[in-house]
C-alpha cells in the first residue's frame, strides 16, 4: 500500500486542486493512503475530508511578492509530513518552494505544474517527476524534462439542476470572472447572437473567489445587466450543470489547459475557445467544437453560431474526444511515472 502526501498551495479549491483531489479519490480507491495539506482550513480540507483522506495545515505562503518567506518557516513541518509518504505531490508552482526542505528524503518528490511559466527556478530540478497540465505548460518547463499529463475530468459527473429555466438555446460561460478567462468578450458578441438567432439565451455561471480585480469584475457585470446575460454564483457541480448547455464558451487570453472546456464536452457539450496556451489541445476545430482569436467578439459570435447550427453533429465526437482525460486513464499515468 502506497503513501501520498499531496500538497495545495489555497485554501480555496480551483482548477489544479480540483485536478488533485479528483486523483486522490481515484488512488484511494486503489488503496493508497492518502493525506492532503493545504493552507488554513476549510475549502480544499473539507473537500479532502470529504473524500476520507487526511489532512494537515501548511502554509507555503501566496503569489504576492515577498511572499515566499513563509515557504522558509514551513520547511520543518513540510520535512516531517513527508517522512510518513511513499510519494509527495506538490501541487503547483508555489509548491516548489517546499523542494529544498525534502532533499535526502526516500519519498518520491513529484512537481505538478499547472501553468505556462515565465521562469523555472533552479529549486525545481530537485523534483523527481514533473507533471506538465498540456504541452504548453510543458514547453514553457524547458530544460526540465517535464511529463504531459492532461487534468482529468469525471466521464459521468452526477446531476445538476441549472439555475435557469427552460428555453433556449443556451449559450454558458463557467469559471473564475477574470480578465485572463475574458468573460467579457462574450457579453460583447450577445447583439451579434441575437440578431442571429433572437430567442438565445448566455448565462454566465462563476465568481471571482480570490477578489483579484473587483473593477473587472463590476464591468463584467454592469455589461452582463445591459447586455441580458444570465448572471449566477458559482455551483460546487459544474461539470452536472453543463449538461444544460447547447454550447459552452471560453473566451481566454491565456490558458494552460482549459478543464471546463474537456467538462463541457465529457457531457457532449460542444465548445467554442480561443487558440491560446493549450486549448487548441483540446479542441478540434470543426469537430469537437471551434477555435478563434482571442480578443475578437465577432469571430467569437460566428463560432458560436456555427456551432449552435452543428451541436447535433458535434457532440458524440466531443464526448468520445475527451476519453484520453478520463480520471482513470490520469491515476493510470500517474502511477507509471512515479512507480
Aim: include cysteine; charge should be neutral; aromatic fraction near 4%.
Amino acid at each position: 500500500m502506497a503513501r501520498i502526501l499531496a500538497v495545495a498551495p489555497v485554501a480555496q479549491p480551483g482548477g489544479a486542486e480540483t485536478t488533485m483531489l479528483r486523483l486522490l479519490r481515484e488512488l484511494a480507491g486503489r488503496a493508497w493512503t492518502v493525506t492532503v495539506a493545504a493552507r488554513g482550513p476549510g475549502g480544499v480540507l473539507d473537500a479532502a475530508a470529504a473524500q476520507g483522506h487526511a489532512t494537515e495545515v501548511l502554509d507555503l505562503g501566496g503569489l504576492d511578492r515577498g511572499a515566499g518567506a513563509p515557504a522558509v518557516r514551513s520547511w520543518p513541518r513540510a520535512r516531517a509530513l513527508s517522512r510518513r509518504a511513499d510519494v509527495v505531490l506538490l501541487n503547483g508552482t508555489v509548491c516548489g518552494r517546499a523542494l529544498p526542505a525534502l532533499r535526502g528524503l526516500r519519498a518520491r518528490k513529484v512537481l505538478s505544474v499547472h501553468d505556462v511559466v515565465a521562469r523555472v527556478p533552479r529549486m525545481w530540478r530537485g523534483a523527481d517527476v514533473v507533471l506538465a497540465a498540456s504541452q504548453a505548460v510543458a514547453d514553457s518547463l524547458v530544460p526540465l524534462p517535464a511529463h504531459v499529463v492532461y487534468a482529468p475530468v469525471d466521464p459521468d459527473p452526477p446531476p445538476a439542476d441549472p439555475p435557469w429555466g427552460a428555453g433556449g438555446p443556451v449559450v454558458g460561460f463557467v469559471g473564475r470572472i477574470e480578465p485572463r478567462k475574458a468573460p467579457l468578450d462574450l457579453v460583447r458578441a450577445v447583439p451579434a447572437l441575437r440578431a442571429r438567432v433572437p430567442d438565445v439565451r448566455v448565462v454566465m455561471v462563476g465568481d471571482d473567489p480570490y477578489d483579484g480585480d473587483p473593477d473587472y469584475l463590476e464591468a463584467v457585470e454592469h455589461a452582463a445587466r445591459a447586455a441580458g446575460v444570465e448572471r449566477h454564483g458559482w455551483m460546487d457541480n459544474a461539470p452536472g450543470l453543463m449538461r444544460h448547455l447547447d454550447v459552452l464558451v471560453l473566451p481566454s487570453r491565456q490558458e494552460p489547459f482549459g478543464t471546463v472546456l474537456a467538462e463541457a464536452m465529457a457531457v457532449g457539450t460542444p465548445v467554442v475557445a480561443t487558440r491560446v496556451g493549450g486549448l487548441a489541445e483540446v479542441v478540434e476545430d470543426g469537430v469537437t467544437g471551434r477555435l478563434v482569436d482571442p480578443g475578437d467578439p465577432d469571430a467569437l459570435a460566428g463560432a458560436i453560431l456555427a456551432v449552435l447550427a452543428a451541436r447535433a453533429e458535434m457532440s458524440a465526437p466531443a464526448r468520445a474526444s475527451v476519453r484520453r482525460f478520463h480520471t482513470a486513464a490520469y491515476a493510470d499515468r500517474f502511477e507509471e511515472l512515479v512507480g
